[in-house]
Antibody, heavy 117, light 107 residues
Framework: VQLVESGGGLVQPGRSLRLSCTTSGINFRDYGMCWVRQAPGKGLEWISFIRRKDFAETTESAASVKGRFTISRDDSRGIAYLQMNSLKTDDTAMYYC?????????WGQGTLVTVSS | DIQMTQSPSTLSASVGDRVTITCRASQSISSWLAWYQQRPGKAPKLLIYKASTLESGVPSRFSGSGSGTEFTLTISSLQPDDFATYYCQQYHSFSYTFGQGTKLEIK
């Protein structure tokens, strides 16, 4: 099982960024997917979840990102996405994707997002 | 949201020691609790789910117990690789929430 995040970088406040989580070694369509972030020197924060297709790919989001971040998935490519809009300096963090069955089972190595002017 | 509180925040111990970390939930979460280990600069790793089920490949010196609002993670005999930060997480209801972490240090 391998999950690889990409798309992080330095971005100005108010701008957008899209993260990708490319998976291999799993039957992607069988898994819910989550994004979890960790601000520098801080703890873990769950931010978003997308269910499998047979649960209509419905989503859940933390209040801190609701209305700004959108999770999606492409089962044909085995990729989960996190579209981040209206970024704030508080969104600066390492962003991890994980397979998600309630617990976060397999994790990627993370991609760093820095929001700064 | 359900608040998760871990204690202690920092724990100093020696190789071979038995250590216990406690996690308390602000309301009952049944057994919907997981434990993770995170080494510096690395992604977290799932150790235990459903309060007491050991994830495949995790050494048997790790064990979890509890239900309702109080949970424990026990490491029976500390090994050098075990010095890391540990987090509990509830998945009883959204938003999923983590404890603040317990840093396990070498004494």
């Amino acid at each position: 099982v391998q999950l690889v995040e990409s798309g992080g970088g330095l971005v100005q406040p108010g701008r957008s960024l899209r993260l990708s989580c490319t998976t291999s070694g799993i039957n992607f369509r069988d898994y819910g997917m989550c994004w979890v972030r960790q601000a520098p020197g801080k703890g873990l924060e769950w931010i978003s979840f997308i269910r499998r297709k047979d649960f209509a790919e419905t989503t859940e989001s933390a209040a801190s990102v609701k209305g700004r971040f959108t999770i999606s998935r492409d089962d044909s490519r085995g990729i989960a996405y996190l579209q981040m809009n209206s970024l704030k300096t508080d969104d600066t963090a390492m962003y991890y994707c994980s397979t998600c069955s309630g617990s976060f089972d397999s994790w990627g190595q993370g991609t760093l997002v820095t929001v700064s002017s | 949201d359900i608040q998760m509180t871990q204690s202690p925040s920092t724990l100093s111990a020696s190789v071979g020691d038995r250590v216990t970390i406690t996690c308390r939930a602000s309301q009952s979460i049944s057994s919907w609790l997981a434990w993770y280990q995170q080494r510096p600069g690395k992604a977290p790793k799932l150790l235990i789910y459903k309060a007491s089920t050991l994830e495949s490949g995790v050494p048997s010196r790790f064990s979890g117990s509890g239900s309702g609002t109080e949970f424990t993670l026990t490491i029976s005999s500390l090994q050098p690789d075990d010095f890391a930060t540990y987090y509990c997480q509830q998945y009883h209801s959204f938003s999923y929430t983590f404890g603040q972490g317990t840093k396990l240090e070498i004494k």
